[in-house]
């Protein structure tokens, strides 16, 4: 199946610094979700993009499928940023479920 | 509009016994897709129901099993309950199959002592 990577694994930034998070896959996807965790588990969708680049207030995301990564990009954070975000690509034709990296674990300290 | 709805928030159970989740979807939502989140394995793909039946599993034993209702709700059961089914379990609604966007519920906590 797809592998996914994100890195870096862990980022500490003060506040008002921006960021990048980024995504690999090996393979090629029909679709991609960005989500971050809450530290209550919830997960809240920030971005479906298969392809290009969307912004939404402060942050923004930009795959390119033909290269097979996904950037997340953080911008003025604040310490309500802080938690796990997540990369999770389709996995395939036919297979419809997410398969998620292991997150980026983002502290946003004031 | 309601988004995905779970129950129990939290449930306790003993190892051996059965624990059964319930899962909402969005209105007009017909895909539902359950996930686990264990403390050092990450989010994995456990069931995904579309129009009332099983499409795909992910690669658990078959003690993970569930369904789905005529009207899209889910119901996830865990039988013989072990030590590592401790987890979130995540419950996830799209419209329709294909590589639509997927919506998350709150979660249920399983704890199994």
């Known amino acids: 199946g797809i592998q996914v990577e994100q890195s870096p694994p862990d980022l500490i930034l003060q506040e008002g610094a921006n960021s990048t998070l980024r995504c690999n896959f090996s393979?090629?996807?029909?679709?991609l979700q960005w989500f971050h965790q809450n530290p209550w588990g919830q997960l809240i969708n920030l971005f479906y993009?298969?392809?290009g680049t969307k912004q939404n207030g402060r942050l923004s995301a930009t795959t390119v499928a033909t290269e097979r990564y996904s950037l997340l990009y953080i911008s003025s954070s604040q310490t309500t940023d802080s938690g796990v975000y997540f990369c999770?690509?389709?996995?395939?034709?036919?297979?419809?479920?997410?398969?998620f990296g292991k997150g980026t674990k983002l502290s946003v300290i004031p | 509009e309601a988004g995905v709805t779970q129950s129990p928030t939290h449930l306790i159970k003993t190892r051996g016994q059965q624990a059964t989740l319930r899962c909402s979807p969005i209105?007009?939502?017909?895909?539902v897709y359950w996930y686990q989140q264990a403390l050092g394995l990450g989010l994995q793909f456990l069931l995904w129901?579309?129009?009332?039946?099983?499409?795909n599993r992910g690669n658990f034993p078959p003690r993970f099993s569930g369904r789905q209702f005529p009207n899209y709700s889910s119901e996830l059961n865990v039988n013989a309950l072990e030590l590592e089914d401790s987890a979130l379990y995540l419950c996830?609604?799209?419209?329709?199959?294909?590589?639509?966007?997927?919506?998350f519920g709150p979660g249920t906590r399983l704890t199994v002592l």
């Open positions: 996830a609604s799209s419209f329709g199959a294909r590589y639509n966007e997927q919506f």
């Open positions: 393979d090629s996807v029909n679709n």
């Open positions: 993009i298969p392809s």
């Open positions: 999770a690509p389709h996995s395939g034709a036919g297979s419809y479920q997410l398969t």
């Open positions: 209105s007009g939502h017909t895909s």
């Open positions: 129901y579309d129009e009332g039946e099983e499409r």
